[in-house]
């Protein structure tokens, strides 16, 4: 089967580091996604992994190890605005199609 | 270039009607998904549908319908509704729907059923 595991809750302090992780299990994988959600609004996409390894763009960051089926969001110099749920998703399976995990909740205090 | 559309953005109904939603994707783009996001569940896979075929499908009912124009746009449907489909149904587009394609989500449509 599939499955995508992720905390369902974070807080943390505006300034600060933050690293969201996600652990994944599917057959046939092939790529992992990372969007945002604010509230009430669609989901935006934040980084795609398919090699291990990490890929930067700006204060976001994303790794992945296929081998043990795990990524992680690192977000440096947190900002109010980066209060948001963060959703992991895999590509792979049967079908191949994108499954989600739950999504964490992110809350940035002052 | 103008995003992912949906209509509407809200819908009340009540049980056993039925519901049509419409999405149309980024221009150019061939692969439009569907999804049912619950605050429970997250983001549920509904089906993708590319050149006017429904090419994956989720595990929902076949209560859970779908087309797609030869425009790319997409419809969804869903008939005799119940209280537990009250949900934000989101569409997403892409280019050719593989795995390397990221996936543009529309506004969402939120439905709730009484």
């Known amino acids: 089967g599939q499955n995508i595991d992720q905390p369902t809750e974070m807080t943390a302090t505006e300034g600060a580091i933050v690293q969201i992780n996600c652990t994944y299990q599917?057959?046939?994988?092939?790529?992992l996604f990372w969007y945002q959600q604010h509230a009430g609004e669609a989901p935006t996409f934040l980084s795609y992994?398919?090699?291990?390894g990490l890929e930067e763009k700006g204060r976001f960051s994303s790794f992945l190890s296929r081998s043990k089926g795990y990524s992680y969001l690192l977000l440096k110099e947190l900002q109010m605005k980066d209060s948001a749920s963060y959703l992991c998703?895999?590509?792979?399976?049967?079908?191949?199609?994108?499954?989600f995990g739950t999504g964490t909740l992110l809350a940035v205090q002052p | 270039k103008a995003g992912v559309t949906q209509t509407p953005r809200y819908l009340i109904k009540t049980r056993g009607q039925q519901v049509t939603l419409s999405c149309s994707p980024i221009?150019?783009?061939?692969?439009v998904s569907w999804y049912q996001q619950t605050p429970g569940q997250g983001l549920q896979f509904l089906f993708e549908?590319?050149?006017?075929?429904?090419?994956n499908k989720g595990n929902f009912p076949g209560r859970f319908s779908g087309r797609q124009f030869s425009n790319s746009r997409s419809e969804m449907n869903v008939s005799t509704l119940e209280l537990g489909d009250s949900a934000l149904y989101l569409c997403?587009?892409?280019?050719?729907?593989?795995?390397?394609?990221?996936?543009?989500f529309g506004p969402g449509t939120r439905l709730t059923v009484l």
């Open positions: 998703a895999a590509y792979g399976g049967a079908t191949n199609k994108l499954i």
């Open positions: 997403a587009s892409s280019l050719f729907g593989q795995s390397t394609d990221t996936q543009y």
């Open positions: 599917t057959s046939g994988f092939n790529g």
């Open positions: 221009s150019g783009h061939r692969s």
């Open positions: 992994n398919v090699l291990d």
């Open positions: 549908y590319f050149s006017e075929t429904q090419r």
